[in-house]
């Protein structure tokens, strides 16, 4: 039976350890936190020169670094907490209504880091992928005056996207955590099963649409990248079994057998597209995120199933 709201209290008493992992996971994840590594990782990237031996320009990282620390993440955590303790609210802001300010003052935070990085020359990826965080946001707050959609699994997805564009299946495992990270929101009851798996799918792709576009449009000067064919298969093979899983469990909210049944069966045909026509490290990807995604599917399906 689905979990309502009154059972959660009595779910996590029952089980601790699970509620707070997934606290730790959603904490971890918080946007303005998991850009941290993330855009260390990116950074660091475009800092070095692999060719005719490796070496990194430290001072370019420090600028890279610094821009990226200052407007993706220490102004948006700032305000985050600033917002939330003026409305007596928590660090999530989970009222949909309140979140319009953060989102805004987000959109302009990113904007202007756009406008530094532009003004002072800098690795035009970052530029971009700057830029895009602005447009992306945006966009999430356009939906979220009619939606609540995941930020969360959004604010994973969006640097994620990066690294595969920069790193193809390298970059592409650090998306592993896409499915638990939607664990985690469903049963916070921070988010229904369907904004968790939008806000990370729409992060995806719309995070490598403005890569592409931008840098092919004005036919910018950046370092080696994946193809869009290339991402848009590690991107598949991310997101494919976690919309599955949650299609499966909206169209048999009572049925546990029947969903289990189609999510398999589906889960098998997609197998089989992966094995004839996708790249092998994405078919890697996508039996690693399969793996995920079935366990978490069979042993907390009573969590997806909870009453929105």
Known sequence: MPLSRVDLDKYKKEHPRKYKTAENISTFTNPPIICIPLFLIICFYLSSSF???????????????GISLVFISILPMAIILFWA?????????????????PLLVGVVSYFIG?????????????TILILCYAIDTFIVMLITTQW???IHTTG????????????GPIGALFGLIYPVLIWSRVLLKKHSLAQAIVGGAQGFFLTCFWLYLF???????VVEIYTPIESAWFILAII??????GTSCYLNRDDNSAYKAIFAVIGAVALFIFMFYAPVDALIIFILEAIISVSIFYFESDVFLMED
């Open 148 to 150: 609540k959609v995941s």
């Open 156 to 167: 994973l997805s969006g640097p994620v996207a990066a690294l595969i564009v920069l790193l």
């Open 215 to 221: 840098i092919g449009l004005f036919n910018l000067p």
């Open 114 to 126: 756009f406008l530094v990085a532009l003004a002072l020359h800098l690795d035009w990826f970052l």
């Open 240 to 245: 494919l079994y976690p919309i599955l899983l």
């Open 51 to 65: 060719n005719p031996s490796f070496s990194v320009d430290w001072g370019k990282f420090i600028v890279l670094e």
């Open 85 to 101: 303790k003026k409305l007596n609210t928590d660090k999530d802001i989970s009222n949909r209504s309140d979140r319009y300010v």
